[in-house]
Nanobody
Framework: VQLQASGGGLVQAGGSLILSCAVS????????MGWFRQTPGKEREFVAA???????SYADSVRGRFTISRDTAKNMVYLQMNSLKPEDAAVYYC???????????????????WGQGTLVTVSS
């Protein structure tokens, strides 16, 4: 299983970005997917996740601004990020658990496979 995250970049506060995660080696229809972020010296932080059945969940800090979605035909997962704030700046990772039919997990320990990360920088 391989995950490839992309779409990061530099954006002004209040702006938007769309992150993409391309998944190979499995069909995402059967698996939960999540987005996490990490800044230097801090632990990986939950951002959003979508269960295998399509139910999404969000961290309080991003709810209402970020939207996770998936395209099962393309085997892609997305994170639409609106109204970005300087505190959203981080390396963003997509991940997926090893087992099928998973829920939208909050803990990074529940995820087995990770993409390489994509850097989001937000200028104030």
């Amino acid at each position: 299983v391989q995950l490839q995250a992309s779409g990061g970049g530099l954006v002004q506060a209040g702006g938007s970005l769309i992150l993409s995660c391309a998944v190979s080696g499995r069909t995402i229809s059967w698996y939960a997917m999540g987005w996490f972020r990490q800044t230097p010296g801090k632990e990986r932080e939950f951002v959003a996740a979508i269960s295998w059945s399509g139910i999404s969940s969000y961290a309080d800090s991003v709810r209402g601004r970020f939207t996770i979605s998936r395209d099962t035909a393309k085997n892609m997962v997305y994170l639409q990020m609106n109204s970005l704030k300087p505190e959203d700046a981080a390396v963003y990772y997509c991940g997926t658990p090893s087992r099928r039919h998973g829920s939208a997990e909050y803990s990074p320990d529940k995820y087995t496979y990770w993409g390489q990360g994509t850097l989001v920088t937000v200028s104030s």
